[in-house]
């Protein structure tokens, strides 16, 4: 699949409505990765309002292109905001957001999973731990507003959700701190996501939270800075995580798609062999 990031248009004025095609499309996490490979955080994040500044209503209610293009700029520069963005789109955007055009490649994937989990949520397939901020306000503006681009969001939503709320694996809080040799980091990747196999779900919609919350850790490592690595180890861990990631995006749909729960949780099982077996034989490289 090619870098979305190749696809940016050279002329500056056509900069905000090709990032809300990407804010309300299929590849917003990809983007955030391959982005912050760009630009990698600081030692101090900051927040879609700080970014955003004084402009955040308009790009809010009416859309980028009724901000600076410096603004546009600062969130290219601070990727792991669109992600914040995505959801306040959701949350708050005006109509300017619901007349987005999708690429045509796009809009009847967006439609079919947007529908799917509408009636996932509706039948409480997806029972999440502890509630998210907005989560009754989110459904039921999701469920007035039958757009492609609502649906987009909705799935990102549902998928990778915006603030972690795992207790374990890498979407665990405070488990990709960078304050370890190189060698030691991996080996403490690979601990982490091992912790995949201390619950084994035996039902549909726990097995699609579990594989959410494994998701999600692949997007939160892309995001890392992996400061204890080398670039070269960088890239490596990149580019495998990438590949982990889109394992688990398949594994999503086939449960979602009714695939036996056993056979699926299986297929994650050995993603997560294989991720732990290959990081360890990195790590070991670095001792």
């Not at 079919?112 to 989110?138: C, D, F, I, N, W």
């Not at 201390?198 to 699609?208: K, M, V, W």
Request: proline residues 5%; contains cysteine.
């Amino acid at each position: 699949m090619n870098l979305i990031v190749l696809d940016m248009p050279d002329d500056p004025t056509l900069l905000a409505g090709w990032l809300e095609r990407q804010v309300v499309g299929m590849r917003l996490a990809e983007l955030v990765a391959e982005l912050s490979a760009v630009y990698p955080r600081g030692e101090q994040m900051l927040t879609l309002d700080e970014v955003l500044g004084l402009d955040r209503e308009a790009a809010i209610s009416r859309g980028l292109g009724a901000v600076p293009l410096g603004t546009v700029g600062r969130l290219l520069r601070h990727p792991h905001v669109l992600i914040d963005l995505q959801e306040q789109v959701l949350l708050e955007g005006g109509r300017h957001w619901q007349t987005v055009p999708l690429a045509g490649e796009h809009r009847a994937s967006i439609e079919e999973q947007g529908k799917a989990l509408l009636q996932a949520v509706q039948a409480s397939a997806v029972p999440r731990k502890e509630p998210r901020r907005g989560h009754l306000k989110t459904w039921l503006r999701i469920l007035s507003v039958s757009t492609a681009a609502a649906a987009a969001v909705l799935v990102a939503l549902v998928l990778w959700p915006k603030t972690p709320t795992s207790d374990w694996g890498w979407a665990r809080p405070g488990a990709l701190a960078a304050d370890l040799p190189a060698a030691q980091y991996m080996n403490r990747l690979a601990d982490e996501a091992n912790q995949w196999f201390d619950a084994r779900p035996s039902t549909s919609a726990a097995l699609l939270s579990r594989l959410g919350e494994m998701r999600r850790g692949c997007d939160l490592l892309l995001a890392a800075p992996r400061k204890p690595l080398a670039e070269a180890d960088r890239a490596w861990l990149q580019q495998k995580c990438r590949d982990w990631a889109s394992k688990f995006d398949v594994q999503i749909a086939q449960l979602q798609a009714g695939a036996a729960v056993d056979s699926v949780r299986q297929q994650a099982d050995d993603t997560v062999r294989s991720m732990c077996d290959a990081i360890k034989q990195r790590a070991a490289q670095l001792s």
